[in-house]
């Protein structure tokens, strides 16, 4: 058995209803008039400060996650051999493929033995590329042959290194996102903070370090960033076509490193539709969205070499049938109350029903059964009937698969991440329905234009923020291996509760004390209070944590690797 021994003397190396009169502050934003160009020296400042906090944040975390697999391994002191042990479960089958591309004579050779792979199933010939997600082992291989750093940098160093160096991105993307939506960088921090606070919830990646989610997540959270900036209103058309393709290359890069990347969109893309019915979206918004994960999701399909699951996907059926039924089905958003609502249960069902139809026919067309197992299990999982096939019985055994445990929020009340959170999601939630009823009685008139005259409103990107944080926190529910996806987008939007006006002006509203300063001082405060008390309580921890040593301890298994070669 693999164990970890202690070791001994050694030392390690947009504004709510009530705030519509209430002016955008200038200390923390970059808000409308910094993306038209008129800008200050103090928001210019800001916008400095808050850039390089965020990016300390995230440097941060990297360093962090790096210096907790040191010292939980003592990797810079074990053998090769021992540091291979040391990726767990599929991690060393990924990095099996790292070590196959740098091993091999040439670039071209190393790809044709990964296209005709005899050794990973016995007796039989698979395309690693099309059955698997390895493309980022592959780029990194021939990344490391091309530059100047052999000499110095081992190559298993610069897998882990380049898989920490991702933390970055994902704590800069929450950052992002949270100061979008609160026009303050101190929510950002305050969402970075907590990401790290919240390690154990947030991200496996010390451990865990080639395991999928790990180089996928934070390519998933740039892309929410993305969207969320790309909801914004008043944004000039050069700005919309920069987003329009950070987006495509963030999901397509989320898309080409994760195997769960059709479920994953299937979501993203409900989200998208709902919105759409509730009229949060425009129209051109809801077909770009949609057509940016068709094509992300058809390039990865070209590159898995025609991987015939990728075609047969619920999330292309769907997509397809939103678009098709949307298109022919004109009026939709006409009538009144009742008529409208009619009109969308309609829809809805037409489009589920095209959409099984659609995803039926690929499936037929393309003799394709290699998910089966995959919808047994969701079956199986929520007792609609029991199942005899051994990938969905596996996936039933496996913690990571179960429900989301209880201690999971008690450590999230711990960090005083959690009832922020739900605070901010309990109003909003009743907001969005209120602002979503009073979309569907208006007669033609969408929700995303501007009606000031209108007692509560709600932001498309705020909107989309909540509807992200509902949906993906049910699937963590269900399933405990997808939490990472819902636990940092829930630091960055309790962030923006606890910083932004949307929450803050409801409550003030109610005590009667709406004020300009009322809200700056507030908006303000509370964050620094929270991040001081975070400061007090668990700064110790962390200093302690870091400085606890261990070292990877597996002589059976490495005596028997050292047989075999």
């Known amino acids: 058995m693999t164990a970890v021994r202690q070791r001994k003397a050694s030392k390690g190396k947009d504004p709510g209803p009530s705030s519509q009169n209430l002016k955008p502050d200038c200390s923390t934003e970059p808000r409308e008039r910094f993306l038209n160009g008129g800008f200050s020296w103090w928001k210019i400042l800001c916008l400095f400060t ?21 010292n939980d391994q003592w990797f810079s002191n074990i053998k090769e051999v ?78 882990i290194y380049t898989v920490f160096a991702l933390q970055t991105v994902y704590v800069i993307a929450l950052f992002i996102t949270s100061w979008l939506l609160s026009d303050s960088w101190l929510a950002g921090a305050l969402s970075g903070v907590w990401y790290i606070l919240n390690r154990v919830d947030t991200t496996r990646v010390e451990f865990t370090i080639s395991l999928r989610e790990n180089w996928s997540i934070p390519f998933f959270a740039l892309q929410v960033a993305a969207i969320t900036c790309y ?16 987006m495509f290359v ?3 890069c989320f898309s080409l490193t994760w195997q769960f990347n059709q479920f994953i969109l299937l979501v993203q893309a409900l989200i998208f539709f709902t919105l759409d ?34 075609m047969g996907s619920l999330v292309l059926s769907f997509i397809v049938s939103a678009l098709f039924i949307k298109h022919f089905q004109t009026g939709l958003k006409t009538g009144g109350f009742i008529v409208r609502v009619g009109k969308l249960a309609l829809h809805t069902l037409l489009v ?31 007792g609609f009937g ?45 907001l969005l329905l209120v602002v979503a009823l009073s979309n569907l009685s208006l007669n033609g008139a969408g929700g995303n234009t501007e009606e000031e005259d209108r007692t509560f409103n ?108």
């Not at 029903?353 to 199986?380: C, R, V």
């Not at 507030?522 to 200093?543: D, G, N």
């Open 250 to 252: 963030s999901t397509f």
């Open 386 to 430: 029991a199942t005899r096939d051994f990938d969905a019985s596996l996936y039933l055994c496996e913690e990571a698969f179960g429900l989301l445990p209880l201690d999971t929020f008690e450590r999230l009340a711990g960090t005083v991440l959690l009832y922020p959170y739900l605070c901010t999601l309990s109003v909003l939630f009743i």
């Open 82 to 159: 021992e540091r291979e042990i040391s990726f767990r479960t599929e991690c060393g089958l990924y990095y099996s493929y790292y070590k196959q591309m740098l091993k091999a004579p040439s670039i071209q050779q190393g790809l044709y033995e990964l296209i005709h792979d005899n050794t990973t199933e016995s007796k039989r010939t698979v395309n690693i590329l099309q059955r698997m997600n390895v493309y980022q082992e592959v780029f990194l291989s021939i990344l490391y042959r091309q530059l100047p750093i052999q000499t110095y940098l081992e190559p298993i160093y610069f897998y």
């Open 50 to 70: 808050g850039s390089i906090v965020g990016v300390s944040l995230g440097l941060l975390c990297c360093i962090y996650v790096a210096t907790l697999h040191e």
């Open 352 to 382: 589920l029903t095209l959409t099984f139809f659609i995803n039926f026919l690929a499936k037929k067309a393309l003799q394709l059964k290699s998910d089966e197992h995959i919808f047994k299990f969701i079956k199986a999982k929520f």
């Open 458 to 565: 709600m932001r498309s990107d705020v909107a989309y923020n909540l509807l992200h944080t509902v949906f993906f926190g049910l699937l963590a529910f269900s399933t405990m291996r997808m939490k990472y996806l819902w636990t940092g987008h829930m630091c960055a939007f309790a962030a923006f509760g606890v910083c932004g006006k949307e929450v803050w002006a409801l409550y003030l509203r109610v005590l009667h004390c709406n004020t300009k300063t009322t809200m700056r001082l507030i908006r303000y405060s509370v964050p620094i209070i929270i991040m001081a008390f975070l400061y007090y309580k668990f700064w110790p921890r962390l200093m302690e944590e870091v400085s606890e040593l261990r070292e990877f301890y597996d002589p059976d298994t490495v005596e028997l690797m050292e047989w075999i070669r």
């Open 277 to 310: 019915c509730l009229d949060f979206l425009s129209a051109e918004q809801v077909v770009y969205l949609y057509l940016i994960q068709v094509s992300s999701l058809i390039l990865v399909w070209l590159l898995q070499f025609c991987n015939s699951m990728i």
């Open 231 to 246: 909801l914004r209103p008043h944004l000039k058309p050069m700005h919309q076509r920069v987003l329009l393709w950070i």
